[in-house]
């Protein structure tokens, strides 16, 4: 009986890590997107959809650095949490083979397969964009689907870099 409640604490831990670690990158990913579409924007212009100072330029650009960026710190700060006992490795092997499995193990391989995977979500975008004729957006219309784009982008970037982060057996390596 202890052992299945020992069993729940176990993934409310991981739980309880995930949301943090996505939460503050959401977080952070949207007040840097605001920060970048108020830069770049003057106030009262409509933002085009293409173009050198355009949606999709900040899109593309923003995708991939971001999910570089998001894929390294995820990645990173599961591993010292997994090396402070703060959460729980998962004992999955790649034999499943699921996306998130396919990912690689080294830090910075991973966080470079991110970054493609943030370039290909943000060509889904524009092309729903262009699909929609939304040619012209006024600057706080894209400001709020530019935070939100940031946001969910940093939460399933983060998402995925936890996961494969806490399924790495780097730990098993370093101490042999």
Do not use: E
């Not at 990645?75 to 699921?98: E, G, M, Y």
């Amino acid at each position: 009986m202890y052992k299945k409640a020992n069993n729940r604490m176990q993934f409310s831990l991981n739980y309880r890590f995930l949301l943090t670690v996505a939460g503050v990158l959401a977080l952070f990913s949207g007040v840097i997107s605001v920060a970048l579409v108020l830069v770049i924007w003057p106030s009262g212009v409509y933002v085009p959809l293409w173009g050198q100072q355009s949606i999709a330029t900040h899109l593309v650009a923003y995708s991939a650095v971001f999910g570089f960026v998001l894929g390294w710190v995820a990645t990173k700060s599961t591993r010292r949490a997994l090396q402070h006992s703060r959460v729980l490795p998962l004992h999955w092997h790649l034999k499943s083979q699921t996306l998130i499995d396919r990912l690689p193990a080294g830090a910075f391989n991973r966080a470079f397969i991110l970054s493609l995977l943030g370039l290909t979500i943000s060509l889904i975008m524009l092309l729903i964009l262009n699909v929609q004729q939304l040619h012209l957006l006024p600057r706080t219309d894209y400001l709020v689907l530019s935070t939100v784009y940031a946001m969910l982008l940093a939460v399933a970037i983060t998402t995925m870099s936890v996961y494969r982060a806490l399924g790495d057996s780097f730990l098993h390596h370093s101490k042999v």
